[in-house]
């Protein structure tokens, strides 16, 4: 079993308030408010981190996918968008989008899509959301 840590301070109250960020691993701390959460801030926010996780996991299992397949991709760039909308019982993420651009020699796109789809359904964050996941993904 693997574990990872990250940690949160808050100071304050909600609106006018502020936080910290960290990593366990100290390879990212920064701040957070409610401006950079529910606003235009420039601090960070957990749905972005979440977000880097997503894109992350998901970069890593495709290549995973099209390793297995026989193919060896040049690189995977992903990017999430996580979507954090207001509703009757208050903020929730709804959805996890993913865009991807993959360069790989060799695979047709339809085989390509169908790997995208695996990984974006069986990485690891993406089984922790508990929302909808969506992606595309383009093949470079």
């Known amino acids: 079993m693997v574990e990872r840590t990250a940690r949160a ?3 304050g109250a909600l609106p006018s308030g502020d936080g910290s960020l960290a990593l366990g691993s100290g390879a990212f701390e920064g701040p957070y408010d409610f401006r950079s959460r529910f606003e235009e801030g420039e601090a960070t926010n957990p749905e972005e981190l979440l977000g880097a ?5 998901f970069s890593m299992a495709l290549a995973g996918e099209l390793d ?6 040049d690189s995977v760039e992903t990017e999430a968008t996580v979507h954090l909308e207001e509703g009757e019982d208050g903020w929730t993420i709804t959805r996890s989008h993913l865009d991807t651009v993959v360069e790989v020699e060799g695979i047709d796109d339809e085989e390509f899509q169908s790997l995208a789809e695996e990984a974006k359904e069986n990485c690891p964050v993406s089984r922790a959301l508990g929302v909808e996941k969506t992606l595309d993904a383009e093949l470079r």
Request: hydrophobic letters at 30%; glycine letters at 8%; a negative charge.
């Open 9 to 11: 301070t808050w100071n």
């Open 53 to 57: 996780a997503h894109a992350g996991c």
């Open 68 to 73: 297995r397949a026989d193919y060896d991709p």
